[in-house]
């Protein structure tokens, strides 16, 4: 089939559809990256509205301890309370510029009788064990806390956890095991506490960074691929079309003058490269 029409082959409508298939898998995980951009931008602005915000009391913020609002995110709370030492627990995997280690979740008793837990901070996994060398205390009798609002975690499926451990922030843990109402929608990193406690206590959390990631230019790059796949199809056919027509004058003509393009750009260094193969056959 010479000229143009081979391009209304079976075949070349076979290639058009994948080409068509895997454009829209680009742009599905394009506008993936954008979601994924507006989420780390709401993630900023939350940071920016909340987080060095004055501490305000708890119930101010949920009123009820099942509640939560993404919108309270590192919001500043203020808590009076027990700390329930019996009921502390470490949650694994919870590495800390690149080294392996815990968080200590401590439940706070508050005033009113119900339980908030509240994220003492990391600690690095011993040089023995797979626990951390030591866990400081908190302070005895009541303290008054200061802590960001972060919402519970979710249960992983196949996950386990020695007695004493966790694999997750998941909240309903606590109220299984504390005869209290307790708080299953959010918890709280902490951000001070007084007393102070006799030892010092763990590692706080980072402060999260204002980043908007590389989403933006991984989403731009996948509607490049798309196109690059449309242009592939094109440089075939094109590749094809002169196979096919090669016979005919016309196209003789201009792959001559293609030649002779090629052939101009041509440096002395090719020239030369030229030479020294003929040389060594």
């Given amino acids: ?86 009921e502390q627990v470490l949650v694994r995997n919870r590495p800390r ?44 009798g009541e303290v008054t806390v200061t802590a960001r609002l972060k919402p519970g975690e979710p249960s992983l499926p196949g996950r386990t956890a020695p007695d004493g451990q966790i694999a997750t922030v998941e909240l309903a843990q606590f109220a299984e095991r504390i005869d209290a109402t307790v708080f299953t929608g959010a918890y709280g990193l902490m951000a001070s506490e007084t007393p102070a406690p006799a030892d010092d206590r763990p590692l706080p959390a980072f402060k999260p960074e204002l980043s908007e990631g590389s989403h933006l230019s991984y989403a731009l790059q996948w509607i490049v691929f798309a196109l690059l796949g449309f242009a592939f199809l094109g440089y075939a056919i094109r590749e094809e079309y002169r196979h096919l027509n090669a016979d005919d004058p016309a196209e003789k003509a201009r792959a001559d003058q293609r030649e002779r393009k090629r052939a101009a750009k041509r440096t002395d260094a090719d020239v030369e490269d030229d030479i020294l193969d003929a040389s060594l056959r």
Avoid at 102 to 120: A, C, H, K, M, Y
Avoid at 124 to 138: F, V
């Fill in 1 to 86: 089939m010479k000229n143009w029409r081979f391009v209304f082959s079976r075949r070349w409508f076979g290639y058009l559809a994948v080409a068509m298939v895997f454009a829209i898998v680009c742009v599905l995980l394009s506008n993936w990256q954008v979601a994924r951009l507006e989420e780390r931008r709401l993630e900023n602005s939350l940071v920016l509205e909340n987080y060095e915000n004055e501490a305000i009391p708890l119930r101010d913020v949920l009123d009820s301890p099942a509640d939560w609002d993404d919108g309270v995110e590192w919001t500043p709370v203020a808590l009076t309370g027990t700390y329930l030492v019996d």
């Fill in 97 to 140: 510029n690149g080294q392996p280690g815990f968080e200590v979740l401590t439940p706070l008793r508050l005033t009113d009788g119900s339980v908030f837990v509240v994220n003492r901070g990391w600690l690095p996994t011993g040089n023995a064990q797979d626990l951390p060398d030591m866990i400081p205390e908190p302070p005895d």
